[in-house]
Nanobody, 115 residues
Framework: QEQLLESGGGLVQAGGSLRLSCAAS????????MGWYRQAPGKQRELVAI???????DYADSVKGRFTISRDNAKNSVYLQMNSLKPEDTAVYYC?????????WGRGTQVTVYS
């Protein structure tokens, strides 16, 4: 069941940019909040950015000013534009979507930033 389909991960040089995309299945409706988490080796999974149904956004302090989250309600999708990437941004990034009754997770996509 590919309820959240992620794309856009990959390898990028430090200082460069990358855009992650996540599309929720049409079987998932009434999504009121979507976001991104990440997990680096040896570290706990952490919140990167979230966006609510009212388009209110919130970011981890480590990515403020560099990352931008947005959503397209017509496509049931969420995006993460990542600029000025640093090696410490290297991690597996996970998409999530929240409805009134359920929380959905993507399988994760690898982002690697090299110097």
């Amino acid at each position: 069941q590919e309820q959240l389909l992620e794309s856009g991960g990959g390898l990028v040089q430090a200082g460069g940019s990358l855009r992650l995309s996540c599309a929720a299945s049409r079987s998932i409706f009434s999504i009121n909040r979507m976001g991104w988490y990440r997990q680096a080796p040896g570290k706990q999974r952490e919140l990167v950015a979230i966006i609510t149904s009212g388009d209110t956004t919130d970011y981890a302090d480590s990515v403020k000013g560099r990352f931008t989250i947005s959503r397209d309600n017509a496509k049931n999708s969420v995006y993460l534009q990542m600029n000025s990437l640093k090696p410490e941004d290297t991690a597996v990034y996970y998409c999530h979507a929240l409805t009134i009754m359920n929380l959905y997770w993507g399988r994760g996509t690898q982002v690697t930033v090299y110097s």
